[in-house]
């Protein structure tokens, strides 16, 4: 899938058993992981960062997708080394390359954490409609308090998520194709663009639901 096309967390058909999950599972499971792998040992963050990508390849999605959806986590782990490494200069602390070593594999962990959560919530988009997400909040809600009280308002917040990857990928698209680059200029003209879109495409959505309640 070519760059002009892919949109980060968008819902990709297929006919594969993830895909087939009750999607309530899959809204269960996702924080369930996320939270015991922060709380457990790296190896099994590790373990389940392979077996995530195992799964992924096998649902067709491409290496330049697995990229993209963790790529922000790889920019987020690279500033983070970069600041650790300016402050060990600045504080003369450089020669300690034993604190140096220990604080890149406390950053290590965190990283491969952190791509863990974003594998999940990939999966998890990229294998579920927005409706079923919606169906899947509605049955865990009814099957708690017997009522549909706050499934709306949680899948709309769920659907933002796809929706904003979206529009940035456009903006961006569209700030490229002007012969704008990829700089710190381009986020701070795309990001104001990015909160009015998403704002009014939430005031879209927000009187549509109000109109079908009436």
Same mark, same amino acid.
């Given at each position: ?10 819902? $990709? ?11 309530? /599972? ?16 790296? =190896?099994?963050?590790? &373990?389940?960062?392979? @077996?995530?990508? *195992? +799964?992924?390849?096998? !649902?067709? %999605?491409? @290496? ?9 986590? @790889?920019?987020?782990? %690279?500033? *983070? ?6 402050? %060990?200069?600045?504080?003369?602390? /450089? ?5 140096? +070593?220990?604080?890149?594999?406390? &950053?290590?962990?965190? @990283?491969?954490? +952190?791509?863990?959560?974003?594998? #999940? ?21 009814? $099957? !708690?308090?017997?009522?549909? &009280?706050?499934?709306? #308002? ?5 659907? %933002? ?13 569209? =700030? ?5 680059? $990829?700089? /710190?200029?381009?986020?701070?003209? +795309? ?19 109000? /109109?079908?309640?009436?």
């Amino acid at each position: 899938m070519g760059n002009s096309t892919y949109s980060a967390f968008a819902y $990709k058909a297929g006919s594969s058993w993830v895909h087939g999950c009750p999607p309530w /599972i899959k809204i269960l499971m996702v924080p369930t992981l996320n939270i015991a792998v922060f709380l457990l040992p790296v =190896w099994v963050g590790i &373990t389940c960062v392979v @077996l995530q990508f *195992l +799964l992924a390849l096998s !649902l067709k %999605f491409s @290496l330049q997708e697995l990229y993209k959806d963790v790529s922000f986590v @790889l920019y987020y782990g %690279f500033l *983070l080394i970069l600041v650790q490494a300016l402050a %060990f200069l600045f504080e003369g602390n /450089i020669e300690n390359w034993r604190v140096w +070593l220990i604080s890149q594999k406390e &950053t290590g962990a965190l @990283l491969i954490k +952190l791509v863990c959560v974003m594998q #999940s919530v990939s999966i998890m988009f990229k294998t579920s409609t927005s409706l079923e997400l919606r169906e899947g909040i509605g049955t865990i809600e009814s $099957k !708690l308090t017997g009522k549909y &009280t706050f499934t709306d #308002s949680i899948s709309m917040f769920i659907s %933002f998520i796809p929706m904003i990857a979206k529009n940035w990928q456009q903006a961006q698209r569209a =700030w490229i194709a002007r012969g704008g680059k $990829k700089n /710190i200029p381009m986020v701070k003209t +795309l990001l104001p663009v990015l909160f009015f879109v998403g704002m009014k495409s939430a005031y879209n959505k927000a009187r549509a639901v109000a /109109i079908r309640k009436s």
